[in-house]
Nanobody
Framework: QVQLVESGGGLVQAGGSLRLSCAASGRTFSTMGWFRQAPGKERAFVAAIRWRGGSTYYEDSVKGRFTISRDNDKNTMYLIMNSLKPEDTAVYYC??????????????????????WGQGTQVTVSS
């Protein structure tokens, strides 16, 4: 049975940091990613990482502030979030994709390409 379990969300002041974790069980994936859904908005891509090779992809607004990484031995993905802003407030979801790879990095940003999802963890950034 495949499970993705997120942890690490919480309340932080603007400028602060948080680390999110996503522990995967049941199988190994080709790509894992983070998406977020802010109040009143649709869920949107944040970052993704290829399990083999470690290539990373970021949404423009988080580049330079967020870092995605993975621990192959623990089958766990992380999102280190620095310099947090109130507009980063959202429920953050972990997602996993079985497809070996795509010809363009565009596809890693598409929710429809991911096969499994976690339950989400709330991140709230106060001003």
């Amino acid at each position: 049975q495949v499970q993705l379990v997120e942890s690490g969300g919480g309340l932080v002041q603007a400028g602060g940091s948080l680390r999110l974790s996503c522990a995967a069980s049941g199988r190994t994936f080709s790509t894992m990613g983070w998406f977020r859904q802010a109040p009143g908005k649709e869920r949107a891509f944040v970052a993704a990482i290829r399990w083999r090779g470690g290539s990373t992809y970021y949404e423009d607004s988080v580049k330079g502030r967020f870092t995605i990484s993975r621990d192959n031995d623990k089958n766990t993905m992380y999102l280190i979030m620095n310099s947090l802003k109130p507009e980063d407030t959202a429920v953050y979801y972990c997602a996993a994709d079985l497809t070996p790879g795509y010809s363009s990095s565009y596809y890693y940003r598409l929710q429809s390409k991911y096969d499994y999802w976690g339950q989400g963890t709330q991140v709230t950034v106060s001003s």
